[in-house]
Each structure stands twice: as structure tokens, then as C-alpha cells.
């Protein structure tokens, strides 16, 4: 007897963050920036507070960049264009309060909850 079970078919909820009119699709994150967020928390406490929270607007700015599997050529040019999200770019169009909250909101997957304001009742 064959067993196959198709893991492609293992597609996370869709999550959209919208921060100063531009729409993130922050539903994916990869491997790769999981172990780095978990690396970091673990680290946290031995940096200042001010590295700690440039480290995690980082890794959230990360984890905001557009996923593009498209390998057309249209698709990269296109993709030239387009404003990138960086760690700046979020310190920059968001307030201290609106940045928690959105790294909270990015993040929640990893830790099994969502914040609180976005719980279903």
C-alpha cells in the first residue's frame, strides 16, 4: 500500500497586514526566519533594549518582503519597482504604539496566538 501525503497542500491561513496604505502579505514565514526570530529571542537578554527592538523590526521587515515565485521576466522587472519594506521603511511609517502591535500581529504565528485584539470570541 502507497502512502502519500502532499505537505504542498499545507497552506497557512491568509494574514494582511496593512501599515501606512501599502497591503503585506505576512502569511508565509519561512524556516529560515522561525529559527532566526527563536535565535534572537534567546539572545534577546543580553542586548540593550534599543538593539533588541532594531533586531526584531528587522526580522519583521524579513518576513514583510513580498514572496515572489513567479521567474518571469515581466514579474522580476515589475518587482524593480516596487518599494521595499525594510527595517527603516517600517520605523519610519509607523507609530511606536502602530510598530508593537504590527510586530506582534507578524510574529503571532510563531507563538500559537493570535494578539489579543485579533482573538475570535
Same mark, same amino acid.
Given at each position: 500500500?502507497?502512502?502519500? *501525503?502532499?505537505?504542498?497542500?499545507?497552506?497557512?491561513?491568509?494574514r494582511i497586514a496593512i501599515l501606512a496604505g501599502k497591503e503585506l502579505d505576512v502569511s508565509l514565514i519561512s524556516t529560515r526566519l522561525a529559527l532566526k526570530q527563536i535565535k534572537f529571542r534567546d539572545n534577546a537578554l543580553n542586548m540593550s533594549e534599543g538593539e533588541a527592538f532594531n533586531k526584531a523590526v528587522e526580522i519583521v521587515a524579513e518576513i514583510c518582503k513580498p514572496k515572489n515565485n513567479s521567474t518571469g521576466f515581466l514579474s522580476k522587472f515589475l518587482n524593480l519597482f516596487? *518599494?521595499?519594506?525594510?527595517?527603516?521603511?517600517?520605523?519610519?511609517n509607523a507609530n511606536y504604539a502602530q510598530l508593537l502591535d504590527f510586530i506582534d500581529f507578524v510574529l503571532a504565528p510563531l507563538y500559537k496566538e493570535e494578539p489579543e485584539k485579533e482573538k475570535k470570541k
Open positions: 500500500m502507497d502512502v502519500i *501525503k502532499d505537505f504542498d497542500k499545507l497552506i497557512p491561513d491568509k516596487k *518599494k521595499k519594506i525594510t527595517a527603516e521603511w517600517l520605523i519610519s
